[in-house]
């Protein structure tokens, strides 16, 4: 471990455990970054969750159209009565499809259409913004660093002071000795308070850039709500797609048609009121008016998720 590591590692002891005779410093203040960076962090934590959910939903919804594909295309069970030798003889010669007039490559589009666009709509931006947290979270490393770092360099010129003002008290006994060990003291001061002043110019530098980052990240947060809507809307249109291959003209069942465990008749649901489709919502309706102007242009100008994020670089 070299100089400069030793002395960050030292001033981290002095801090952490107050191990120090030194009563009245006052350590370097980064409390302004490390507030906003804790509630970044916080909710990163959530969003890191959210982006697992959204990626088991695409999995998901691929594995049970594909699923539902492979039934489709299962031949039904036939009836069997037993014949003259005691064979059994199907009830038709052939067995036919479950989903013979399904169009089944539908399904398959449904899903990875669904993919495609949570990816590129919502995923993508998740990701943008949890690539610009982990950068603040390295900048707020080398700043903390920065910071003990500025620290030691002051106790350092805050004790070569002491010792100079020690050495000029007692100048009247021991003149010219006193002057050569001053003259030594404050040459060595001034090169440390030279090297103390860079540093304090780098984490100041750094310090602003840090804030920067981290005000734009918060700012940018608000964003992520529409980008919530956009994933729910985007999956009901995918289980839309889905039911359009089973037939458009089919009647829009209703759950709690199904009977007796769901063996019953299912019961047609009420007629969409005249000019509207009552199974096709508006965003409007789901979101509110001031999501759904967002949702609208979020659909138009899907690859442009960009445009909702500020440059987090410095």
Known sequence: MGSHGWRIVTETVKQKWGLTMEKNFRA??????????????????????????????ERDIEAGFTNFRAIMLSPLPRVYEEGHNGAAVPS??????????????????????????????????IKQWMVAYRTIQERMKRLEALRLELDSRRRTVADLQVRCERVRATLGTTRARGEVELEVGLRKMQHKEDKMQRTLSQYQEMEQTVYNSLFTLIKDTSVLRDYAAAALLIVQESFQAGYAAFEPSMPQYSASGLQGGGYGVPQVAAPAMEGGNKYDPKPADKFGDQAAGKAAHMMVTPDTGDQYYYDYAA
Do not use: C, Y
């Not at 399904?102 to 990875?112: D, H, K």
């Open 28 to 57: 370097t203040s980064n409390s302004r970054n490390e507030a906003m960076f804790k509630e970044a962090s916080m909710f990163a934590a959530h969003l890191r969750q959210v982006e697992k959910d959204l990626t088991a939903w």
């Open 92 to 125: 038709e010669p052939e067995p036919s499809m479950i989903g013979g007039d399904v169009q089944v490559e539908r399904l398959t589009s449904a899903a990875q259409e669904t993919k495609k666009r949570l990816e590129i709509e919502v995923l993508q931006p």
